[in-house]
Each structure stands twice: as C-alpha cells, then as structure tokens.
C-alpha cells in the first residue's frame, strides 16, 4: 500500500520539514517547466497533492488517522478471511452465502473510508483501540476540537501528556493498558466527564482525583486499589463510581458503604 510519504521517499510521519525539503527536490525533477512528459506532470500532480495534504494540519491529521484506521480494518479483515476460510472448509453447502457476505462487506468499509475523506471535520473522537501503542505516533497532531479519546487495549504506562491540553476533552478511555501509578498531572484534565481505567495496574490513586470537578462517571474496576481518597468522595457530580475486583481493605470498604449509603451515586464494588 502506497502512501503519500512514499511518493517523497520519506518514512511515515515524516516531519512537515522534511516534506517541503524533498518536494522542492522533486519539483526541479518533474515540473513541466523542466520536464515536458506526460509521465512527469502525472507525477507533479501527484506530488502537488501529497504536498496540500501533508503540510497543512487538519490535513494531515485526517490523512494520519485515515492510514491508521485502513490499517486496522486490514487486521480485521484478514482475520475475518481466515475466520471465513475455516468455516467455508467445514460447511462448504453454505459457501455461497459467504462469497456474497465478503464482497458487501468491501463495499461498505469503501463507503465509511470515502465518507470520512469527504466529510472529515470537525474531528470529535479519536479512536485508536487496540494498536498496542506504548505512545501516541508523534506524526499525530490532537485538534482542540476533540471530545472523546479511546485508548484502551494498548500498552501504555502513563496517561500521554498531550491530552492536557485539549479544552473541550469529556471522554477518555484507558482501560485494559499496563498503567502501574496515576500522576497529580492528572488534574489537568479537570474537564473529563467520564474516566475509564479499568484492568489496569494501579495501586493508588492521587491527590488531584479531586481537582476532577466534572467528573460524572469513573472505572476503577480490576486493579490493585486497597485505600480510596477521602477527595474521591468530594467529588460534587459523580453519577457512577465502579472500583469492583479491586483488593480494597475494610476501612476502604466502609467509606465505600458510607458513601453509598448517603449519596445517589451508582456505587459498583
């Protein structure tokens, strides 16, 4: 599969830098001014192309996530293929009905792909489940317009820092990572409505859960938590508090009680 780097020679994620460097190298090479063939102005067009869409940011953005999710869907796909392989090899009477099923099924993630490249802002959710990513691709640029984050069945250790920042951030899903420990940092992200890190690794929880003011929804469940702050219970519009399969002692277990007993949060343990 060809990309937009490969054109320039470049690798993937390539600097916005590096991108204008080698056009401009290509531009002696191609431009019909130097070069009247068909072949060089088919080739200048698609340079001019790639160079629009990898230098400007929203652009760029949209082109990443679009590679990410194809490359996803390839995963899918292929398992899907070898799922129907076996199941045509068993029950070859119905191997019509699958035969009919793959084809339908390339139409419609062709349509969701074109969709997207046509309508692809303003960029709402970022969708990344499930690529074992230890960091977020540095080659990706977070728009200030997202809401809702899915990180969740990755390997990551912390929560990435370049989510601080984004203002209108209501949802972040990192459940089913390697998080060990929670940071103070995370009381930059005093905007979240809804927090999930569930079966994780984390045996505490800190100080600046109770900066988290807006906080309706939180998943603790299927960590290592033995104590819950006493600034978890502050907290003025939490709606659902899961913390189930965690080993918490009984002094943790009676705020639980006290709490449950005297608020209408959904308490889960």
Not at 106 to 129: C, E, I, N, S
Not at 225 to 242: M, R, S
Request: proline content about 7%.
């Amino acid at each position: 599969m060809q990309t937009y780097y490969d054109l320039f020679g470049l690798p993937f994620g390539a600097p916005e830098s590096q991108v204008k460097q080698r056009y401009r190298e290509l531009a002696k090479r191609f431009h019909p001014d130097v070069n009247p063939s068909p072949e060089a102005a088919h080739q200048m067009q698609l340079l001019n192309e790639a160079y629009r869409i990898l230098t400007t940011p929203h652009l760029r953005l949209a082109y990443h996530l679009r590679m990410l999710a194809l490359i996803k869907r390839q995963k899918v796909r292929m398992s899907a293929e070898a799922q129907a392989h076996r199941v045509l090899h068993v029950e070859s009477a119905r191997s019509g009905i699958h035969l009919v099923l793959l084809p339908l099924i390339g139409v419609v993630v062709a349509a969701a792909l074109t969709y997207h490249w046509m309508h692809p802002f303003p960029f709402q959710k970022l969708d990344l489940r499930r690529f074992q990513l230890k960091k977020l691709p540095s080659y990706l640029y977070l728009p200030t317009s997202i809401q809702r984050i899915d990180l969740s069945y990755n390997r990551f250790t912390s929560i990435p820092s370049e989510i601080e920042k984004l203002p209108l951030l209501a949802s972040l899903n990192m459940s089913h990572n390697r998080l060990r420990e929670l940071s103070s940092r995370i009381a930059y992200l005093h905007r979240l409505e809804e927090l999930d890190l569930s079966h994780n690794q984390i045996s505490a929880l800190p100080l600046g859960i109770g900066e988290m003011m807006r906080l309706r929804r939180l998943y603790l469940r299927g960590n290592r938590l033995t104590d819950l702050p006493e600034e978890l219970f502050l907290l003025p519009n939490i709606e659902l508090l899961d913390v189930r399969d965690n080993p918490l002692s009984p002094t943790a277990r009676d705020r639980l009680r006290n709490f449950q007993a005297n608020t209408t949060c959904q308490v889960m343990w």
